[in-house]
């Protein structure tokens, strides 16, 4: 049979094609090949726990200033007092760079005993200085619909706190009796810039609560022992 030179070009096309396959199909075995014989002891690849010097302090075992005591039998108005090292700790806690200088903080709400029915929380909010946690902001949030906590973590370098209920701010009026305790149907978004010496605020939004219930939904801290 005369080969033309039409022939020989499809010809060679075809070999073309069956010898990349079999390199592709051999290259495919290899990774596979290395693949069952990787040891048994190398674990796979993981996102990494990020590792700060804020996340190996014990918050059941510090100093909390300014915490607001309403223990008076008498009904006068709350003092505020410093619980020492062991009197108290963290129910919820977030870590994350919020003045923007890529060092994790740390921030920890702690509950109230009010000795009556309202569930009011008190954030402190900590950074790392010579090795020791430093306080830089603490601030008392409201009651379950009545500006109580929703959550408060870092997002892009800034803080932002999230309280139940509409336009509700830190420093702002929190109780209003707008709506039932029990079931928010909206929480207010509020974002903060760290100034070098205190927090800014620089937008507010109200937004919709999802669970309709008021509890937070901040991490809760457990200290390994």
């Given at each position: 049979?005369?080969?033309?030179?039409?022939?020989?070009?499809?010809?060679?096309?075809?070999?073309?094609?069956?010898?990349?396959?079999?390199?592709?199909?051999?290259?495919?075995?290899?990774?596979?090949?290395?693949?069952?014989?990787?040891?048994?002891?190398?674990?796979?690849?993981?996102?990494?726990?990020?590792?700060?010097?804020i996340r190996a302090v014990d918050f059941d075992h510090i100093?909390?200033?300014?915490?607001?005591?309403?223990?008076?039998?008498?009904?006068?108005?709350?003092?505020?007092?410093?619980?020492?090292?062991?009197?108290?700790?963290?129910?919820?806690?977030?870590?994350?760079?919020?003045?923007?200088?890529?060092?994790?903080?740390?921030?920890?709400?702690?509950?109230?005993?009010?000795?009556?029915?309202?569930?009011?929380?008190?954030?402190?909010?900590?950074?790392?200085?010579?090795?020791?946690?430093?306080?830089?902001?603490?601030?008392?949030?409201?009651?379950?619909?009545?500006?109580?906590?929703?959550?408060?973590?870092?997002?892009?370098?800034?803080?932002?706190?999230?309280?139940?209920?509409?336009?509700r701010v830190i420093g702002g009026q929190l109780y209003r009796g707008e709506e039932g305790l029990c079931?928010?149907?909206?929480?207010?978004?509020?974002?903060?810039?760290?100034?070098?010496?205190?927090?800014?605020?620089?937008?507010?939004?109200?937004?919709?609560?999802?669970?309709?219930?008021?509890?937070?939904?901040?991490?809760?801290?457990?200290?390994?022992?």
């Amino acid at each position: 049979m005369m080969m033309t030179k039409s022939n020989f070009g499809v010809l060679s096309m075809l070999l073309a094609a069956a010898v990349a396959f079999s390199c592709s199909t051999s290259a495919r075995r290899n990774d596979w090949s290395a693949s069952q014989n990787r040891p048994s002891n190398v674990p796979a690849p993981s996102t990494p726990t990020p590792v700060s010097p804020i996340r190996a302090v014990d918050f059941d075992h510090i100093s909390y200033p300014n915490f607001p005591d309403y223990s008076d039998p008498n009904g006068r108005k709350k003092k505020y007092i410093t619980l020492k090292p062991g009197e108290g700790g963290p129910n919820f806690i977030n870590y994350g760079d919020i003045t923007g200088d890529g060092i994790e903080e740390a921030i920890v709400a702690l509950g109230i005993d009010n000795h009556g029915s309202a569930i009011p929380d008190y954030v402190y909010i900590f950074t790392i200085e010579s090795g020791k946690p430093k306080l830089i902001w603490d601030f008392e949030t409201g009651d379950r619909a009545d500006g109580g906590l929703r959550n408060v973590y870092a997002q892009n370098g800034q803080l932002v706190i999230e309280l139940f209920g509409k336009d509700r701010v830190i420093g702002g009026q929190l109780y209003r009796g707008e709506e039932g305790l029990c079931c928010p149907s909206s929480f207010t978004r509020t974002r903060y810039r760290w100034t070098g010496k205190h927090f800014e605020q620089t937008s507010k939004e109200v937004l919709k609560n999802p669970s309709g219930g008021a509890n937070p939904v901040m991490p809760e801290y457990a200290q390994e022992k």
